[in-house]
């Protein structure tokens, strides 16, 4: 049984910082891209930044030189380091993950939960 967890989410003043965290967990045999998304209130889901297997990062152009993908295949844990963190960066944040898992299952896209981030001004 796989799962995708988030983790880190919460409240920060315009300017600050925080660190979100995505552990996938269950019988993986193998993860291929991962990413984090957005959705705020009213608005469509949006992918925030990718990164794959073997590191290399895309981001939307909102967030360049602000956030910050990762990942630790030994941990199959993706991150996002977010600074500079502005009002317009709330929202409900979900992390994506490409897994392949042992047996019959065929590779497909696992979610998260979701984590909310809230800056305040």
């Known amino acids: 049984q796989v799962q995708v967890v988030e983790s880190g989410g919460g409240l920060v003043q315009a300017g600050g910082s925080l660190r979100l965290s995505c552990a996938a967990d269950g019988s993986i045999y193998r993860i291929f891209d991962m990413a984090w998304y957005r959705q705020a209130t009213g608005e469509q889901r949006e992918l925030v930044a990718s990164?794959?297997?073997?590191?290399?990062?895309n981001y939307v152009d909102s967030v360049k030189g602000r956030f910050t993908i990762s990942r630790d295949n030994t941990k199959n844990t993706v991150y996002l380091e977010m600074n500079s963190l502005k009002p317009e960066d709330t929202a409900v944040y979900y992390c994506?993950?490409?897994?392949?898992?042992?047996?019959?299952?065929?590779?497909?896209?696992?979610w998260g939960q979701g984590t909310q981030v809230t800056v305040s001004s």
């Open positions: 990164i794959t297997k073997g590191g290399r990062t």
């Open positions: 994506l993950a490409d897994i392949e898992p042992y047996g019959l299952e065929p590779r497909k896209d696992y």
